[in-house]
């Protein structure tokens, strides 16, 4: 399987489609998932190309695990969640949609069962507002 630079994730890097920016710097771009499995689910993307893991340059995964843990941090603090889930998928038939590696940080609220992966689209206001919170926390 090799890297198809016209995924939606290097379209967006590149800045030829829009996202709601949580943060950016020289390793990865942070936005917010359009379609959350619960409020406040947010992608963390590096910019090294690889399809996800299991191609992945382990500098450039070194280099991404710090800020997956401080978007982590201001996820759970921006949203008042519970709990966290870190999610990451490697080929279609394990649930891998878009084919650039990416992290999900997922809030988990007590009592709330997370939505369906690939759900419903979100409100952009809303989606606008968390990614100015959780940027606000980084
Ligand atoms: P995967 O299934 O590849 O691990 O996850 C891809 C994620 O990207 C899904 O959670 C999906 O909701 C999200 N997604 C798909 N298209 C777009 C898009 O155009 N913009 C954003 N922000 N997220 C997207």
Do not use: W
């Amino acid at each position: 399987m090799t890297y198809d630079p016209a995924n939606i994730f290097a379209k967006i890097l590149a800045g030829d489609l829009p996202c709601h920016k949580v943060h950016e710097d020289e390793t990865a771009l942070v936005m917010m998932d359009i379609f959350p499995q619960s409020k406040g689910h947010t992608l963390v993307i590096p910019k090294a190309a690889s399809r996800n893991l299991l191609d992945a340059d382990p500098k450039a995964l070194a280099a991404v695990m710090p800020l997956v843990q401080r978007v982590a941090r201001a996820v759970k603090a921006a949203t008042n969640a519970d709990g966290i889930r870190l999610a990451q998928f490697n080929e279609a038939p394990a649930g891998q949609t878009v084919f650039h590696l990416h992290f999900h940080i997922i809030p988990a609220y007590e009592g709330v069962a997370l939505g369906t992966h690939g759900g419903g689209k979100a409100d952009d206001a809303e989606l606008a507002a968390l990614a100015r919170d959780i940027a606000a926390k980084l």
